[in-house]
């Protein structure tokens, strides 16, 4: 199974920073990689697929990158409404497994 | 605009069947492009994706949990179901329904989630 490896756990952040959360694969995943958005009490939203794929609706200040075992998500111009939890998730092979999640409070 | 709903019992015995639903409404289960999913999350914890099925009835199945669980889809009622047997307290979560497209195993759609509470 691969493992999905998040860091930092949690981040402190000011409005109008930029903040990047890593993602690391156990083993190459190529660019099969999403990220998701879950605020306290409901599910989970896509922002980014094929690592670095904007999500429809997603405003641009988010933004993916890397591919093979290391990837990022960068939040530029951080507003309040970003304060969550976020998640990678691998596409590669099944089974699908997920990141620990980064909590991000502003 | 798509919708998906869980539905069923919030409390279910230890040794016991868990058992979900979840309803798909703005959209046919029968589209070609999508699977259907489910994934649990323990309250304050991480992501576990539990399996997905196809509308004709194939199944993906998270490997942890394949000796006790069944997906099926019910497409006269625009349904899909989750069934997980053997239940423990390491089952209580909140599990939601989701749909991801068959080329690309990532969720675009979910439902609000259903919380499963395993005790006596």
């Known amino acids: 199974d691969i493992q999905m490896t998040q860091s930092p756990s949690s981040v402190s952040a000011s409005v109008g920073d930029r903040v990047t959360i890593t993602c690391r694969a156990s083993?190459?995943?190529?660019?099969?990689l999403a990220w998701y958005q879950q605020k306290p009490g409901k599910a989970p939203v896509l922002l980014i697929f094929a690592a670095s794929s904007l999500q429809s609706g997603v405003p641009s200040r988010f933004s993916g990158s890397g591919s093979g075992t290391d990837f990022t998500l960068t939040i530029n111009s951080l507003q309040p409404e970003d304060s969550a939890t976020y998640f990678c998730?691998?596409?590669?092979?099944?089974?699908?497994?997920f990141g620990g999640g980064t909590k991000l409070e502003i | 605009q798509l919708q998906l709903q869980e539905s069923g019992p919030g409390l279910v015995k230890p040794s016991g069947t868990l058992s979900l639903t979840c309803t798909v409404s703005?959209?046919?289960?029968?589209?070609?492009?999508?699977?259907w999913a489910w994934i649990r999350q323990p309250p304050g914890k991480g992501l576990e994706w539990i399996g997905s099925?196809?509308?004709?009835?194939?199944?993906d199945y998270n490997p942890s949990l394949k000796s006790r669980l069944t997906l099926s889809v019910d497409t006269s009622k625009n349904q899909f179901s989750l069934r997980l047997t053997s239940v423990t307290a390491a089952d209580t979560a909140i599990y939601y329904c989701?749909?991801?497209?068959?080329?690309?195993?990532?969720?675009?759609?979910w439902g609000l989630g259903a919380l499963v509470t395993v005790s006596s």
């Open positions: 099925v196809y509308y004709r009835g194939s199944t």
């Open positions: 998730q691998q596409a590669n092979t099944y089974p699908l497994s």
């Open positions: 989701a749909r991801h497209p068959a080329r690309w195993e990532v969720f675009d759609s």
């Open positions: 703005g959209g046919s289960i029968n589209n070609i492009t999508y699977y």
């Open positions: 083993q190459d995943i190529g660019d099969w």
